[in-house]
């Protein structure tokens, strides 16, 4: 059985900065893809990054140069370091892990707040 759990989210100013991380445990084999998405109640959930291995990945348009992903080498951490954030920037964050099979896990979420 495979947990991802996230931590990191809180309420922040506009402008301020959060890093999330997200841990992996269990039966976790061939790694392809490590991402976080958001959702906002209402919404649907939106990929806000993925990283494919230490160098390549890609980010949504409105997060691009604010947002960093990052993962370890033994692909069990991932995290995304935030800055400048917006109030647009307030969502339910999830990390998600993708593996060869293809399979697809997902943490609990934690809620970020950007608000004065």
């Known amino acids: 059985q495979v947990q991802l759990v996230e931590e990191g989210g809180g309420l922040v100013q506009p402008g301020g900065s959060l890093r999330l991380s997200c841990a992996a445990s269990?039966?976790?084999?061939?790694?392809?893809?490590m991402a976080w998405y958001r959702q906002v109640a209402g919404k649907g959930r939106e990929r806000v990054a993925i990283?494919?291995?230490?160098?390549?990945?890609n980010y949504a348009d409105s997060v691009k140069d604010r947002f960093t992903i990052s993962r370890d080498n033994a692909k069990t951490m991932v995290w995304l370091q935030m800055t400048d954030l917006k109030p647009e920037d307030t969502a339910v964050y999830y990390c998600?892990?993708?593996?060869?099979?293809?399979?697809?896990?997902w943490g609990q979420g934690t809620q970020v707040t950007v608000s004065s």
């Open positions: 998600n892990v993708v593996s060869y099979g293809p399979k697809q896990y």
């Open positions: 269990g039966r976790l084999f061939d790694v392809y893809a």
């Open positions: 990283i494919y291995d230490t160098t390549n990945a």
